[in-house]
């Protein structure tokens, strides 16, 4: 008998979903969790899954990815990956422990934040959007604590509560590339900061400081690829998609990376994402994080655009630190010190924030696209 799934809607309190979430690992309901946002958001995600059509064989979880290069798609994840994810990370951590919520569970994430709660056996605790973070650390229960974020937030927290960050025994942070003068900042305040790189298709993060989790692969081609039990199956009622993307037991991330005599991954962003500026290849990455260290700049967005001279432009859109007003004559020079002059921007634009996705991803495309209509 065919199977369909059971789509939920972002709860108030999520950890309301846990007994849903625990049926799915179990493999006895499928289960897709909409994102929170306006109705177009919601509609789009239901238009991905489709809880009219059969659910995929051995699929047990969907999660719509968050569109950063075009639109969501549904991950078809058996419920045995998401087990070997969230397995694989309590081991490499050292153990089970109590787990803060502060990232959406529309997004694989937040999602693996109760899914590792729930097989470590630990009550998660809850961040309350605008409470602060002492309040959500001071609910949870004595031990080993770990939370899971997005730089955009560890940044955050670093300015105004360093103190609560120190609480926890390691702080996975993902969802994009990490500056390394954040990572540098975050350990000199004595917070144990884990990068991780992963996606939804990985069930989550599965390399961690650039090292792979237990039964994980890594091999870099045209781009990163990724082997091991965390794989997805592919992608919801898409499989010209799936084909493309997963095949002989090994996915292709599109992502950018280089791999040590060690072993040890160094990701250098979305190939989609490059601008190629005077034959030149620029990780717009690399230039917000140079930007950021500028003392007028708050915090920095970079894409492309087409133009006659140089075939793509670098284009960067700032955040003001408070009472400076930057501009290209003093930015350009920051950039071409650090990067070269291809690197530098030749567009700028000062925004008030940064938007993100829903899964706490800059939204790089969403940005550009809003200052071409301006």
């Not at 798609?73 to 502060?102: D, I, K, N």
């Not at 996915?251 to 989609?272: E, K, P």
């Not at 930015?331 to 008030?352: C, D, F, K, S, Y």
């Not at 940005?367 to 209509?373: I, K, R």
């Amino acid at each position: 008998m065919p199977r369909h799934l059971t789509l939920v809607p972002a709860p108030a309190d999520p950890l309301a979903l846990l007994p849903q979430l625990r049926a799915a690992l179990d493999g006895a309901a499928p289960l897709a969790v909409l994102p929170a946002g306006p109705p177009a958001t919601v509609a789009a995600a239901r238009a991905v899954l489709r809880a009219d059509e059969p659910l995929e064989d051995g699929a047990d979880l969907v999660v719509v990815t968050s569109g950063s290069t075009g639109g969501g798609r549904g991950v078809l994840l058996p419920a045995a990956a998401v087990r070997a994810s969230a397995e694989a990370t309590l081991r490499r951590l050292g153990g089970p422990g109590a787990w803060l919520l502060a990232l959406p569970v529309s997004a694989i994430a937040g999602l693996q934040v109760l899914c590792r709660s729930i097989l470590g056996g630990t009550d998660p605790a809850v961040r309350v959007p605008g409470e602060p973070l002492a309040a959500a650390v001071a609910r949870l229960p004595p031990g080993r604590r770990y939370t899971a974020l997005v730089p955009t937030q560890l940044r955050r927290y670093l300015d105004a509560e360093a103190g609560a960050l120190r609480a926890f025994d390691a702080v996975l942070v993902g969802g994009a590339a990490t500056d390394p003068g954040l990572l540098t900042r975050a350990r000199a305040e004595g917070v144990a900061v884990v990068t991780t790189y992963g996606m939804t298709e990985t069930a989550g993060g599965c390399v961690y400081d650039g090292e792979p989790l237990d039964g994980v692969r890594v091999r870099v081609t045209e781009g990163i690829e990724l082997a091991g039990p965390v794989l997805a199956l592919g992608y919801r009622l898409d499989p010209e998609g799936t084909a493309a993307a997963f095949a002989h037991g090994w996915f292709r991330t599109r992502d950018a990376g280089a791999l040590d005599d060690d072993g040890r991954l160094t990701v250098y962003g979305r190939l989609d994402d490059v601008v190629v500026t005077g034959g030149v290849n620029v990780a717009p990455q690399a230039v917000e994080a140079v930007l950021r260290q500028h003392p007028d700049v708050a915090d920095a967005v970079v894409f492309g655009r087409p133009d006659e001279e140089w075939g793509q432009r670098v284009v960067a859109a700032v955040v003001p630190a408070p009472g400076a007003d930057p501009d290209l004559a003093a930015l350009r020079p920051w950039v071409t010190e650090r990067l070269g002059g291809p690197a530098a921007p030749r567009e700028l634009h000062r925004i008030a924030v940064v938007p993100t996705l829903h899964t706490g991803k800059p939204d790089r495309r969403g940005v550009a696209a809003t200052l071409q209509e301006a």
